[in-house]
């Protein structure tokens, strides 16, 4: 059994995991990501794997409307982005 130490756990513990991170997207004439920028590397698209599209929290005052893409670069990297569709900002979230 483990000794309750009676210390009290703050919630400024708390981290965020799997942050997006904005990027630089160049977009074709039908807004889909053609070429971005990540890590200061310049990486062109070869292949959109899947879209998908969320509308959450709609009832806030900051609602969250997504357009997901999972993409591959021409150097064979698989990744997952976002264009906010509120902010039009695009966004990685996982490498």
């Known amino acids: 059994m483990v000794k309750n130490s009676r210390k009290t756990q703050c919630s400024s513990s708390f981290r965020v995991l799997n942050q997006p991170l904005l990027i630089e997207v160049k977009e ?3 807004h889909c990501p053609i070429e971005l920028v990540h890590k200061h590397k310049r990486l ?10 969320i509308m ?11 357009c997901y893409y999972r993409v591959v670069t021409k150097e064979g990297i698989t990744l997952t982005i976002f264009r906010d569709m509120v902010s039009s900002n695009w966004y990685i979230q996982k490498v």
């Open 28 to 30: 074709n004439a039908e």
């Open 44 to 53: 062109k698209i070869i292949s959109i794997d899947d879209i998908w599209e």
């Open 56 to 66: 959450d929290e709609w009832w806030k005052r900051s609602p969250i409307e997504r």
